[in-house]
């Protein structure tokens, strides 16, 4: 009957079935030897799972796409960084680090949140949209520290962790002074987040800190002491 037809024809499109191969199979009888699998989005196949001659059933996931041009990074937050967040992570500005490449900064927006803590890791998890420049090279799964922004923290002086020296319990930095020479200066930290760290005593502003070849400069120092 027609509504039998109309039926099965529209099966067939719901599987991916074009509509020429469609009339083929009703009109002139045709068995197809292979039926084409056509994905909702463009964008790479990141998992196959499964082989050739293998029986699928219906409920049973195939394919998993990734559209590269939506990068998310999970991240996840404990009960006490939660608790800082007030009204809640959404929207916020984020950097993303990658393990792989760990000087290069990504950025990005906190667009959703879970809704329940981790019953093992008491952790709640977030995700965070990149917006990843075309020359950056992402893969699933990749490793990653995500640092969320809580607030604009008022003007302190601040320099970048590759300056700082750690020796023990003491933190120290090298100062260029006047003359061209580099000074072992010993300072107090405060706050720091993962580009910088606030000086609270030692430095001065304006004063010309060393923020590459900082542990070279301390090899030198300790050697001829």
Do not use: C
Request: aromatic residues 4%.
């Amino acid at each position: 009957s027609t509504t039998r037809v109309d039926g099965m024809s529209r099966k067939l499109r719901s599987v991916g079935m074009a509509a020429e191969d469609v009339a083929a199979v009703i009109d002139a009888g045709q068995i197809l030897s292979a039926l084409p699998i056509r994905a909702p989005i463009g964008g790479s196949v990141v998992r196959f799972n499964a082989v050739l001659g293998q029986v699928m059933q219906p409920e049973e996931p195939l394919l998993e796409i990734h559209d590269p041009r939506h990068v998310w990074v999970r991240g996840h937050l404990t009960e006490r960084d939660f608790g800082r967040l007030a009204g809640g992570p959404a929207a916020r500005a984020a950097r993303v680090r990658f393990v792989a490449a760990p000087d290069r900064v990504l950025t990005g927006r906190v667009v959703r949140s879970g809704n329940v803590l981790g019953s093992d890791d008491r952790t709640l998890s977030v995700w965070v949209e990149l917006d990843a420049p075309a020359d950056v090279v992402l893969q699933h799964n990749m490793l990653a520290r995500v640092a969320i922004t809580l607030a604009e923290p008022p003007p302190v002086l601040v320099v970048p962790l590759s300056a700082v020296v750690e020796q023990g319990v003491r933190s120290h930095v090298f100062v260029r002074s006047a003359d061209g020479v580099y000074v072992r200066r010993a300072v107090e930290l405060g706050p720091r987040d993962d580009r910088f760290v606030a000086v609270v005593t030692g430095v001065a502003a304006g004063e010309q800190v060393v923020v590459a070849g900082a542990d070279g400069l301390q090899t030198a120092f300790a050697s001829i002491r």
